[in-house]
Nanobody, 114 residues
Framework: QVQLVESGGGAMQAGGSLRLSCAASGFPFSEFIMGWYRQGPGSERELVARITGGGIVSYAASVKGRFTISRDNAKNMVYLQMNNLKPDDTGVYYC????????WGQGTQVTVSS
């Protein structure tokens, strides 16, 4: 079955960096768009970044220039490098398979203090 397992979250001061990882299994990974989403306190879940199987990327305006999404199709991994973190980046970060499909990881907490 489809499994998505996020890791790499933590607590960080503003201006710092974190790298999130998502290990995928149970499906032909390279054939699917993968995305990172986040849900801040009291907020709805929102798209942060997305990458196609061929490596075409897109970002939310709030993270463009600071975050980089990448993937390793040989390892079934997708990453989110987050630089210059801001308190507004605080939230639970989720990995998702596809665009409309309901396959999510369990999430990893990122907390950024000012």
């Amino acid at each position: 079955q489809v499994q998505l397992v996020e890791s790499g979250g933590g607590a960080m001061q503003a201006g710092g960096s974190l790298r999130l990882s998502c290990a995928a299994s149970g499906f032909p990974f390279s054939e699917f768009i993968m995305g990172w989403y986040r849900q801040g306190p009291g907020s709805e879940r929102e798209l942060v970044a997305r990458i196609t199987g061929g490596g075409i990327v897109s970002y939310a305006a709030s993270v463009k220039g600071r975050f980089t999404i990448s993937r390793d199709n040989a390892k079934n991994m997708v990453y989110l490098q987050m630089n210059n973190l801001k308190p507004d980046d605080t939230g639970v970060y989720y990995c998702r398979r596809g665009v409309l499909q309901n396959y999510w990881g369990q999430g990893t907490q990122v907390t950024v203090s000012s």
